[in-house]
């Protein structure tokens, strides 16, 4: 295991909670009435984005999915601005024009959220072609899920990034279950990572519940990609604890699964973790889920106080 | 002035924004030591190397995603993308987030992407490489949809398209790829701006509305008519079909007060639909007659001279329904 500075430790603990504390009250305001369309939660996929995104710059650039606010989060997203996007608020990242589904914001390199599955996996090679264009070293992470595996532009996709060498950084977050179907209907193998071998580039599977172990392998492919050694294809077994979509009441899944992966909570795992290294004390836990609530409850009123865009917004911003 | 085909005006167009801009390049299938498929990219690669001009593998759906990557990052891509039939494979890239991504992202990106593609039909190809989508791309808000008819619109299209800030699509009809008549071009530099029409022949009986290769159709047909019959006819042609310089064709009408739409596509939903709704609703009072639309039928193109000879709207049909509305 590498040695992780103390305050990247504990900054990876407050953005877990950020994101559960954001996704809850998502659900909360959702069910309200006070959010228009529809909402999918990253709850307890947490782990994954937070292990990656630890590792990028603010230059570096993501390719989001549809469950796309923890991303947007640990990527330093702003959650007054997110939570007035679900609003349909002027204030929100796309002035209330694109809702959860299209989140970007180009100034921390989130290049979008997507509401077409699998969509990211070729534009991220282009951000990433662009960058060893312009000579620089910076790196594009590319999330889907394992739906998204098994769509054309996956294959096209990833063969091109190896071909071409490029420094992308594929992560399939595997929750196992592509709205109602499970992976066993979907796929032959057990590993969406064995994939990998058929593009000639590495391919790791990790426990998605466990955010050093994501850390370590992410920052593996971080450092290949930006040293010129190409993509890598990086599979995040993990679980989502809420329906595809909020109202989805997810009565496809069998109850014992869901049981046994509630269990091993990233955020509860992560917590004992940190408190057996004396990272974190009891008092420190605590204090940073109070602050995350708070930081929630004043997204949600300015999402509230902030204006709704005019009818004349319907016609701007077509066209550059 | 000199003289440039088709093919010439498109290369000429590419090096020349390539020397000129760092961030332009190209991508796309058989674009590197080929030239192209038809050479219209002569010594890009000998002078640009492997890395501007990217041969890539056999997959649409990664060549023009990277291209929108790219342009979404700063880069200013040309995606070649072969024929418009092709567009099918990536049709995600084009209708989902070439052309969504600045509006839903709330304004802040921009994709400054070409894709080019040959469309068209006459080249005895059959109906997945002889299709004209521009009528159902138009449907697409966020894209801009440039359809060239002469070499010299070709080349400062094209320089247009690479400088504009959002998706392109830049079609290439076939027949004037490979048989397309010659034009004067200037030595220096021009630009032909998106959006505007030009006035290929001027009349004052019929105002033919054209594209593409039904330009230099209804040209040879305007000469005919003016000879045989004194038939006075006027040519519009709009060159982009978004955004569409409508008061080019409006002012047009209003001067002739006939309208034909005389456009390669199939009927349904096509361009020459849009162009008699336009004139109808907005200068009805004008009219001196019903508008005529000369179009292709909705099938798709068949294979060989003997069908599809019938299927593209040759100049027979322009004639009759010139003379239907002139008699």
């Known amino acids: 295991m590498v040695e992780i500075p103390r305050e990247k430790l504990l900054d990876m603990y407050r953005t877990m909670v950020r994101i559960r504390r954001f996704e809850e009250r998502t659900a909360k305001e959702f069910a ?11 709850i307890g996929e947490e782990a994954v984005g937070t292990g990656v995104i630890s590792h990028l710059r603010k230059d570096d650039y993501i390719f ?14 702003k959650t007054d601005r997110a939570m007035a996007e679900l609003f349909a608020k002027k204030t929100g990242y796309c002035l209330g024009k694109g809702g959860s589904m299209h989140i970007a914001d180009t100034d921390i390199g989130m290049l979008g959220a997507a509401g077409i599955v699998g969509s990211g996996i070729t534009l991220a090679n282009g951000a990433a072609l662009s960058s060893v264009l312009r000579k620089t070293d910076q790196v594009t992470v590319c999330f889907f899920g394992d739906g998204a595996s098994n769509r054309g532009s996956f294959h096209e996709g990833i063969n091109l990034a190896a071909v071409w060498c490029l420094p992308v950084i594929f992560v399939c977050e595997n929750n196992l279950w592509a709205v109602s179907v499970p992976t066993s209907c979907s796929l032959k193998i057990r590993d969406i990572a064995d994939r990998a071998v058929g593009y000639g580039i590495p391919g790791v599977v990790v426990d998605g519940m466990d955010v050093l172990a994501v850390y370590e392998v992410a ?3 971080v450092a290949r990609a930006r040293s010129g050694g190409g993509p890598t294809l990086i599979e995040a077994k993990t679980y989502r604890y809420r329906g595809h979509f909020e109202g989805d009441s997810g009565i496809y899944r069998p109850k014992e699964e869901v049981e046994a992966w509630l269990k091993r909570d990233p955020i509860k795992l992560y917590q004992e973790k940190l408190l057996e290294m004396k990272v974190i004390t009891p008092e ?15 997204a949600v009123k300015f999402a509230e106080e902030s204006p709704p865009p005019g009818p004349e917004e319907v016609l701007n911003g077509v066209y550059a | 002035m000199k003289e440039l085909n088709f093919r010439q005006a498109i290369g000429e167009a590419l090096l020349e924004e390539m020397e000129r801009d760092p961030n332009v390049f190209i991508i796309g299938e058989d674009v590197g030591k080929m030239g192209g498929l038809m050479g219209e990219l002569g010594d890009a690669y000998s002078r640009f190397g492997a890395e501007r001009v990217r041969d890539t593998p056999l997959s649409e759906d990664a ?159 305007a000469d005919k008519l003016q000879q045989e019959k004194g038939i006075s006819i006027e040519i519009v042609d709009p060159r982009t079909i978004k955004p569409l310089d409508k008061e080019a064709i409006l002012n047009s009408v209003k001067k002739t007060g006939r309208l034909v739409c005389y456009i390669e596509e199939c009927d349904t939903g096509g361009f020459a639909q849009q162009v008699a709704a336009i004139v109808a609703d907005e200068a009805f009072d004008y009219l001196d007659a019903p508008i005529k639309r000369v ?33």
């Not at chain 2, 320089?159 to 699509?169: C, E, F, L, Q, T």
């Not at chain 2, 079609?171 to 008549?181: I, N, Q, S, V, Y």
């Open chain 1, 32 to 42: 309200a009435g006070k959010i228009p369309g529809s909402v999918h939660l990253y």
């Open chain 1, 64 to 77: 989001s999915t549809h469950r796309g606010h923890g991303h947007l989060i640990a990527k330093g997203g």
């Open chain 1, 219 to 221: 920052g593996e492919a």
């Open chain 1, 284 to 298: 420190m836990a605590k204090q940073i889920d109070e602050e995350a609530l708070a930081e929630m409850d004043a």
């Open chain 2, 63 to 221: 060549i023009l995603g990277c291209a929108i990557g790219a342009a979404i990052t700063g880069m200013r891509p040309v995606a070649q993308l072969r024929f418009v039939d092709f567009m099918g494979v990536c049709w995600d890239n084009i209708l989902n987030q070439a052309s969504k991504m600045r509006y839903m992202f709330g304004g802040k990106i921009s994709v400054p992407v070409v894709m080019t593609a040959l469309s068209g039909a006459g080249r005895r190809s059959a109906a997945q490489h002889s299709q004209s989508l521009e009528g159902m791309m138009s449907n697409i808000p966020g894209l801009k949809i440039v359809l060239p008819s002469t070499a010299y619109d070709a080349k400062g299209l094209m320089k247009s398209a690479i400088r504009d800030g959002n998706p392109v699509v830049y079609f290439e009809h076939k027949l004037l790829m490979w048989t397309g008549p010659k034009s004067q071009v200037p030595e220096g530099e021009y630009l032909v701006p998106i959006g505007k029409a030009d006035i290929k022949r001027e009349g004052k009986d019929v105002t033919v509305v054209a594209t593409a290769f039904n330009v230099h159709r209804a040209l040879k047909v």
């Open chain 2, 295 to 327: 179009t292709a039928p909705d099938t798709p193109v068949p294979y060989g001279q003997y069908l599809e000879d019938h299927w593209i709207p040759m100049e027979p049909k322009l004639i009759k329904a010139i003379e239907e509305i002139t008699a």
